[in-house]
C-alpha cells in the first residue's frame, strides 16, 4: 500500500470489498470523493480535524470541510485527473499520512478518488498490519486491468484474475486446472511445450522479464494481439509463472491505421511525383525513395544512404541555406522543415527543388528521425520567374518598364545617400512625332519602330546602366557614375545622334528625334517617383522649347508645370465655349494691292487675360490633344465666314481663307472626314480654303506626308507650305509634294532688304516655285520697302503688318466693303 496502487487498476466494486475488509479493524479513515469534488462517504477511524467523520450523509464539497487544509483539496483535485498522490498534512495535534487514489473506470477515466488516512504514528503498522492481507492482495489482482494468469511448471493455470475473464470470454471455473494452450493460437501453441520444457531444463528465456508481443485465442476462437510479460515466482518448490498480459487490439489497430495512413501519403506523394526520404539521424543514413532517385536522373543504385547523396548535388550557392533550414528545425525553431533550392541531375541539368518533412523526437525533444518529401517546382519557378520577368519588363521592348526602373532609381538614391559622392543622372526621352507614325502608318510599323528605336539606345548605353520604356514613347536611361550634367549632357546627345539617322518601315524612310530631359541624382530627393517627375517635367519642357532639345530639369519647372496643367483647363474651357477664334490677316496681290484671301489665325478672347496670342497656347494645344477640336472649330468658322463673305461681297472663287495644321492634325485619322464635313457644312467650293502646312513638319517625315498630303488633295483644297526657308528642305524636293502655294518665311523678307545674298536666294526661291507651278506668298511684309523688293522679285502675293495685322472678323468685313483695296 505504501507505493500506493497502480491508479489504472482500481474499480469501484472490488475496491469497495477490498475497503470493507480492512478499515473496521485499521486506525485509518477511508472515504470517497466524488467527481465533484466532494467527499461522499467516510469509513474506518473518524478524524474529526480533518473533518472526517462516520457515515455517508449528503457528500460535502472538499473545499468547504478542508478550507484550511488546501493541500488535501488540491490532492484530491490531482488524484481526480488520474494522479496517485501521497502527502502529509499536520492536523491539531495529529500527523497524518494520506494516499489519494483514483479509481478508474473501464473508460479508462478517473471516476472518483480513495483518500487513506492515516494518524502518522502508526502509519505503518497499520496497513502493513492488515489482517486478511491475502483477500488485500487478491483485490488488487482482482481489480487489475491487465489479464493476469499464473501457470504452474506443467503449463497448468492456477490463477485467473477477473481481468484475464474479460479479456479471453472465459470464467475462471473454465480454466483454472487446464493447460495454458487453450489460450494460444497455432503456432505458439505446437511451440510451447518444448518452450516450458527447454527452459526449465536450460534456464534460458526469451520471454521472461520481457515484454512480448504474441497473439491469444479467446473462447469464441478469435485470435487477438497481445502483448505479455511473464514473471517467475518460486512458492516453496513450486516454480509458477505469472504473465501480465494486455490486450492490444486497440493499440495494433492503431499502428494499422498509422501505418496505412504512411503508406496512403505514401502513394499521394508518389501520386503527386514526389520523392521520399527518411532520415535516421542516430546513425545518420538517410533512405531515398525510387522516385527520389529517379527524379534526379538515377536508377536504384546509384544512390547510397549518405546525407552527402543530397547535399553534394545541392547547388553551391544553396547549400548553405539548406542546412540552416534543417537545423532551425531539428532545433525546434521551425514547426515543419521546408527548403527550397537548386539541385543537380545526373545530366548536370538544374532543378528547382521544395523539401519538406517532420523530425519525430524523443519525449526529451531529441530528434532520432526526420522524414519527407522532395518536390520538382522548376516548372513552378520558371512560371514565377517569368511573371516577374513580365511584371518588370515591357513587352513590346523587353526593356526594364516603369516599375523595375523606379526601382534601380531607388538603389541609385539609397547609394548616393549612403555616398555623396557617387553621382548618378535620369534622363528621359520622348520621341518627336511617334503619334504621326503611329496613327498614319498604322501601329505595327509604330511598334516596329519603338523596337528600332530600342535596339539603337540599347547599344549606347554604359554596362550598368538602365535603359527602361516608361510608355508609349517615352524611354528613360539611367545613366550611373555620371559626375555632372556636362557629362550626362553629352551622354544624352550621343544617345539621340544615333536615332537621327532615319529608319526603314516598311519600305519607308521615317526620321524621328528625341526631346530630352535630364535630371541629376541628389540625396535630396524622397522617392525615386520624384526624381523621374522631375526628369520628366525637364522633358516636357524641352518639347515645348522645340522637338529634339534637351533640357535639364531646374526648380522653377515645377512651378511651370503647375501653371501648364491650369492653362490646360484654361484652353479646355476657351474651347468649350467657343472663345477660341479666328483672327484675320489679309493676304495681298502685290501688284493690286488687292485682298485674295486671309489668313485665319487663333487666338483666345480670355475674360481677365485679354486677347491671347497662339504662342501662349498652341504648344499646349499640341501636347494636350486639344489641338483636334481647335482645329475643328478653326475650320468651321473660318470657312463659314469666308463663304459668307464670298457671298456677301460676290467673290467667289476670290476669297480664300488659310488656315494652319499642327503635326497633331495631320496625324489624327478624322482630319479628312473633318475637312469634308465643314466644307460642305459651310458650302466653300474646296478651292478656297487654303491648309498651311510649316515647312519643319513636312521635313519631319517626308515620305509619310507625302500620303497624307495625297490623300487632302483628294478634297480639291489647297495646300501651302508654311515658313520655308526654315526646313532645309530642297526646292527640287518639293516637286513630290501636291503643293500649290509657298509661303516665304518672315526671317528671308526681313533680311532681304540688308542682305544682298537673302534677297538672291528670294529671288531663286520664287523663281523655282513659279518653275514648279506654286503661288509664292512673303510673310512679315512690315514696310513699302518690302514690299517694292518682293514685287520687283516677281512675288505675287505678300501678308504683313504693312498691310494689316491679324483682326476680328467684323474688321475684316469692313477692309473687304471698302473695296479691298489696301
Ligand atoms: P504662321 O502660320 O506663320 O502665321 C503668321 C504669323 O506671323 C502670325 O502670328 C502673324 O500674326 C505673324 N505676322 C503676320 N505679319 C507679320 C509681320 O509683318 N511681322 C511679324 N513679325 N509677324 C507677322 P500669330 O498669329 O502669332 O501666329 C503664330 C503661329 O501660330 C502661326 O504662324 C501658326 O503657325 C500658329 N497658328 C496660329 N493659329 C493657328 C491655328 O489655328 N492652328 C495651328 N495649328 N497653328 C496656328
Ligand atoms: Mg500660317
Ligand atoms: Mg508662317
Aim: aromatic fraction near 6%.
Amino acid at each position: 500500500m505504501k507505493q500506493g496502487l497502480p491508479k489504472e487498476i482500481m474499480t469501484l466494486p472490488h475496491v469497495r470489498r477490498m475497503l470493507s475488509a480492512v478499515v473496521e479493524t485499521a486506525p485509518v479513515a477511508l472515504c470517497v470523493i466524488n467527481r465533484n469534488l466532494a467527499l461522499s462517504r467516510v469509513e474506518g477511524q473518524e478524524f474529526p480535524e480533518l473533518g472526517l467523520h462516520l457515515g455517508g450523509g449528503r457528500p460535502a464539497s472538499c473545499r468547504k470541510v478542508w478550507q484550511d487544509q488546501p493541500a488535501l483539496v488540491d490532492a484530491a483535485r490531482r488524484a481526480l485527473k488520474g494522479e496517485t498522490v501521497s502527502t502529509t498534512v499536520v492536523a491539531g495535534e495529529n500527523a497524518y499520512d494520506l494516499q489519494f487514489l483514483p479509481v478508474i473506470g473501464r473508460g479508462g477515466k478517473p471516476q472518483s478518488v480513495i483518500a487513506v488516512f492515516a494518524d502518522v504514528t502508526s502509519r505503518y503498522t497499520s496497513l502493513v498490519q492488515i489482517p486478511d492481507r491475502e483477500e488485500f492482495l487478491q483485490g488488487i489482482i482482482d481489480t487489475v486491468v491487465d489479464g493476469i494468469v499464473t501457470i504452474d511448471q506443467l503449463g497448468l493455470i492456477r490463477d485467473f484474475n477477473p481481468s484475464a475473464a474479460l479479456i479471453f470470454g472465459y470464467q475462471p471455473s473454465e480454466v483454472v486446472g487446464k493447460t495454458l494452450t487453450m489460450l494460444m493460437p497455432e503456432p505458439y501453441r505446437s511451440e510451447h511445450h518444448g518452450y516450458v520444457e527447454r527452459y526449465l531444463a536450460t534456464g534460458k528465456s526469451t520471454v521472461i522479464g520481457k515484454r512480448r508481443e504474441l497473439a491469444g485465442l479467446r473462447k469464441d476462437g478469435t485470435i487477438f494481439p497481445i502483448e505479455i510479460a511473464i514473471s517467475e515466482l518460486e512458492v516453496g518448490d513450486q516454480r509458477h509463472f505469472t504473465g501480465v498480459i494486455r490486450d492490444i487490439t486497440e493499440r495494433k489497430e492503431a499502428e494499422r491505421a498509422l501505418r496505412a495512413s504512411e503508406e496512403r501519403y505514401a502513394l499521394a506523394a508518389r501520386g503527386a511525383n514526389d520523392g521520399l526520404w527518411d532520415w535516421n539521424l542516430e546513425d545518420n543514413t538517410i533512405y531515398f525513395s525510387p522516385r527520389f532517385k529517379a527524379m534526379l536522373g538515377y536508377r536504384e543504385d546509384e544512390i547510397g544512404e549518405s546525407p552527402e547523396e543530397w547535399m553534394n548535388r545541392i547547388h553551391r550557392d544553396d547549400v548553405d541555406q539548406f542546412c540552416d533550414d534543417v537545423d532551425a528545425h531539428l532545433s525546434a525553431r521551425t514547426v515543419t522543415f521546408q527548403s527550397e533550392y537548386r539541385i543537380r541531375r545526373k545530366s548536370g541539368e538544374i532543378l528547382r527543388m521544395v523539401a519538406r518533412g517532420v523530425a519525430l523526437r524523443h519525449d526529451d525533444g531529441t530528434p532520432y528521425r526526420m522524414a519527407g518529401s522532395q518536390s520538382d517546382i522548376t516548372d513552378r519557378k520558371q512560371a514565377e520567374e517569368r511573371l516577374i520577368h513580365d511584371a518588370l519588363h515591357d513587352a513590346l521592348t523587353g526593356l526594364p518598364n516603369r516599375t523595375l526602373l523606379l526601382d534601380r532609381l531607388g538603389q541609385a538614391l539609397a547609394r548616393i545617400k549612403r555616398n555623396p559622392e557617387s553621382r548618378f543622372a535620369l534622363a528621359v526621352l520622348n520621341l518627336d512625332r511617334f503619334r504621326m507614325v503611329n496613327e498614319s502608318l498604322g501601329h505595327g510599323a509604330g511598334d516596329d519602330l519603338l523596337l528600332a528605336v530600342s535596339r539603337r539606345l540599347e547599344n549606347q548605353i554604359d554596362m550598368g546602366d538602365t535603359l527602361a520604356r516608361l510608355g508609349a514613347d517615352d524611354f528613360a536611361v539611367l545613366m550611373e557614375d555620371t559626375p555632372n550634367e556636362k557629362t550626362a549632357r553629352t551622354n544624352v546627345a550621343r544617345i539621340k545622334k544615333t536615332i537621327a539617322h532615319p529608319f526603314r518601315l516598311s519600305g519607308r524612310e521615317v526620321f524621328t528625334s528625341a526631346s530630352v530631359g535630364i535630371v541629376m541624382g541628389e540625396a535630396e530627393y524622397p522617392t525615386p517617383t520624384d526624381l523621374l517627375r522631375d526628369a520628366e517635367l525637364a522633358m516636357a519642357r524641352a518639347k515645348r522649347d522645340g522637338k529634339g532639345k534637351t533640357e535639364t530639369f531646374y526648380s522653377s519647372l515645377r512651378r511651370e508645370a503647375v501653371g501648364l496643367m491650369e492653362a490646360e483647363t484654361d484652353l479646355r474651357k476657351a474651347i468649350e465655349q467657343e472663345r477660341v477664334v479666328p483672327y484675320y490677316q489679309p493676304i495681298i496681290a502685290l501688284n493690286t494691292g488687292r485682298v485674295v484671301g486671309f489668313e485665319a489665325l487663333a487666338r483666345i478672347e480670355h475674360p481677365q487675360r485679354g486677347i491671347v496670342p497662339p504662342a501662349e497656347f498652341i504648344h499646349i494645344a499640341e501636347d494636350t490633344g486639344l489641338i483636334v477640336p481647335m482645329c475643328e472649330q478653326m475650320m468651321s468658322l473660318a470657312c463659314a465666314q469666308t463663304a459668307a463673305w464670298q457671298e456677301a461681297f460676290d467673290l467667289e472663287g476670290k476669297l480664300s481663307v488659310s488656315v494652319n495644321l499642327s503635326a497633331r492634325n495631320l496625324a489624327d485619322e478624322n482630319l479628312y472626314g473633318m475637312l469634308e464635313q465643314v466644307l460642305a457644312d459651310s458650302g466653300l467650293s474646296p478651292g478656297s480654303l487654303h491648309v498651311e502646312i510649316t515647312e519643319s513638319l513636312l521635313m519631319s517625315n517626308p515620305e509619310l506626308m507625302e500620303q497624307t498630303l495625297q490623300r487632302l488633295k483628294t478634297l480639291d483644297l489647297c495646300l501651302a507650305l508654311d515658313d520655308f526657308g526654315t526646313g532645309y528642305s530642297s526646292l527640287s524636293y518639293l516637286q513630290s509634294f501636291p503643293l500649290d502655294v509657298l509661303k516665304i518665311d518672315r526671317s528671308f523678307v526681313a533680311r532681304m532688304v540688308s542682305e544682298a545674298r537673302d534677297q538672291e536666294l528670294v529671288r531663286i526661291i520664287v523663281m523655282l516655285a513659279h518653275t514648279l507651278g506654286l503661288d509664292v506668298v512673303a510673310e512679315g511684309v512690315e514696310t513699302a520697302g518690302h514690299a517694292d523688293v518682293l514685287r520687283a522679285l516677281n512675288c505675287e502675293f505678300a501678308q504683313g503688318f504693312h498691310y494689316a495685322a491679324p483682326m476680328r472678323a467684323e474688321e475684316a468685313g469692313d477692309i473687304l466693303s471698302a473695296g479691298f483695296d489696301v
